[in-house]
């Protein structure tokens, strides 16, 4: 018998019997999901933001529970996953107004999903016409609660006399 020989006789014991732990990759697998992505990159006031390569799920969920405060701190809370902790303050200083504001989110929104999708002139037309829905549909509401009768009859109020 050579030493090939013996070698295979023995190959049996040589595997090991306990198999190995199966695990799913989930880092390895989401790193290669955006590993080609080219991240949109937003200059705003001479500095450069790099955008993540996908939506940060702390800013959907800052976003949701922020909804309706609009104070800076707030606001400041739910940017910074996108262009980090200064840039709402510093953006103050340099006098960025609402509509800005409404178009670098537009704009960075639309480019975290798809890099490329959406131009800064078509997110200012989405931001407008965005804008004017509301504002129409705010008119629309005032207008019908000042067409609508204060009592629900219509008619005097018992406070003043018969019905």
Do not use: C
């Amino acid at each position: 018998m050579t030493d090939i020989d013996y070698a295979h006789e023995y190959e049996d014991d040589l595997i090991d019997d306990e198999p190995e732990l199966d695990y799913a990759d989930a880092d390895a697998f989401f790193a290669a999901e955006v590993e080609h992505v080219q991240p949109a990159v937003l200059r705003l006031f001479g500095t450069d933001y790099t955008l993540p390569p996908r939506v940060p799920l702390a800013f959907n969920m800052l976003l949701a529970r922020h909804s309706e405060d609009e104070s800076e701190e707030a606001l400041a809370r739910v940017l910074a996953p996108l262009f980090g902790d200064d840039a709402l303050a510093f953006w103050l200083t340099k006098g960025i107004d609402d509509r800005q504001l409404g178009i670098v989110l537009a704009w960075s929104i639309a480019n975290i999903k798809k890099p490329g999708a959406l131009s800064l002139a078509d997110a200012a037309r989405v931001y407008d016409e965005e804008t004017a829905r509301k504002t129409e549909g705010k008119a629309r509401n005032r207008a019908e609660r000042r067409a609508r009768p204060v009592s629900g009859s219509g008619g005097r109020s018992s406070s003043t006399g018969r019905s």
